[in-house]
């Protein structure tokens, strides 16, 4: 599997999976593009790590729920690289636990921006670059399948809302020769459990997978980039499961 060549813009690869899937991108040869909202110090070592490797990055800060560092972002790649060939978006996250009695439309609303408004935004910005060939890979979440844990229902409809939107875009793109894909991880160790996941739960739901264990960032960057890559060349529309046999579809 070699992307050698291609051009991939990481959007919310600043840390955990994000910053996985851009080193296993370079890795196999991509040029890649970082955009990161609060991780400064990881996203910048990610480059680090990249060069190190003989490969090409950079890091760039970028709210993604903002038309104007959308459009920044994607012309940034365009002059750093020339094109762009793959578009990852790992960006978004869950933002607080809470029940709806207590859920405000404020919250509500930034929820629904940074999973699924900054997806629309980044693709309908990227698209036009693309040609026959190139790949975007999104990010939905088990949630989206059984509703997430207590205080989530927010996060789990933004969620759900990605894996249709992943579908469509199959759709609408795959004339084109443009592939769309999902994934949905289930517990895996990042700072997104440890923020809102209390420890006894993730020993629990990782006592409750088939290989009895939660899953790491580079073992999910690892699918990112076969579904990046012309290896699933005949992969279109579907939201993948990486979770350990905690749910089978």
């Given at each position: 599997?070699?992307?050698?060549?291609?051009?991939?813009?990481?959007?919310?690869?600043g840390?955990?999976?994000?910053?996985?899937?851009?080193?296993?991108?370079?890795?196999?040869?991509?040029?890649?593009?970082?955009?990161?909202?609060?991780?400064?110090?990881?996203?910048?070592?990610?480059?680090?790590?990249?060069?190190?490797?003989?490969?090409?990055?950079?890091?760039?800060?970028?709210?993604?729920?903002?038309?104007?560092?959308?459009?920044?972002?994607?012309?940034?790649?365009?002059?750093?690289?020339?094109?762009?060939?793959?578009?990852?978006h790992?960006?978004?996250?869950?933002?607080?636990?809470?029940?709806?009695?207590?859920?405000s439309?404020?919250?509500?609303?930034?929820?629904?921006?940074?999973?699924?408004?900054?997806?629309f935004?980044?693709?309908?910005?990227?698209?036009?670059?693309?040609?026959?060939?190139?790949?975007?890979?999104?990010?939905?979440?088990?949630?989206?399948?059984?509703?997430?844990?207590?205080?989530?229902?927010?996060?789990a409809?933004?969620?759900?809302?990605v894996?249709?939107?992943?579908?469509?875009?199959?759709?609408?793109?795959?004339?084109?020769?443009?592939?769309?894909?999902?994934?949905?991880?289930?517990?895996?160790?990042?700072?997104?459990?440890?923020t809102?996941?209390?420890?006894?739960?993730?020993?629990?739901?990782?006592?409750?997978?088939?290989?009895?264990?939660?899953?790491?960032?580079?073992?999910?960057?690892?699918?990112?980039?076969?579904?990046?890559?012309?290896?699933?060349?005949?992969?279109?529309?579907?939201?993948?499961?990486?979770?350990?046999?905690?749910?089978?579809?």
């Amino acid at each position: 599997m070699t992307m050698k060549g291609k051009v991939a813009i990481v959007a919310g690869g600043g840390r955990d999976i994000g910053r996985a899937s851009a080193i296993e991108l370079a890795s196999k040869g991509a040029n890649v593009v970082i955009t990161y909202h609060s991780s400064a110090e990881t996203a910048e070592s990610a480059v680090k790590e990249i060069e190190a490797l003989g490969g090409k990055a950079i890091a760039l800060k970028a709210d993604l729920t903002s038309v104007t560092d959308v459009k920044k972002t994607v012309d940034a790649t365009l002059e750093a690289f020339g094109k762009i060939d793959v578009l990852v978006h790992v960006s978004g996250g869950l933002l607080a636990r809470v029940t709806i009695d207590e859920m405000s439309t404020e919250h509500w609303d930034n929820v629904m921006d940074v999973n699924l408004k900054s997806l629309f935004m980044m693709c309908n910005a990227v698209i036009p670059h693309l040609s026959a060939g190139s790949a975007i890979v999104t990010f939905s979440s088990q949630a989206a399948r059984d509703g997430g844990g207590p205080g989530s229902v927010a996060y789990a409809a933004s969620k759900g809302a990605v894996t249709s939107f992943t579908r469509g875009l199959a759709k609408e793109l795959g004339p084109k020769g443009i592939r769309v894909n999902s994934l949905c991880p289930g517990m895996i160790s990042t700072g997104f459990h440890d923020t809102f996941t209390k420890d006894a739960v993730r020993t629990a739901v990782a006592g409750m997978t088939a290989l009895k264990r939660e899953g790491t960032s580079e073992e999910v960057a690892k699918l990112v980039g076969f579904l990046a890559s012309d290896d699933a060349s005949y992969m279109t529309g579907n939201n993948v499961d990486i979770n350990a046999g905690l749910v089978f579809s």
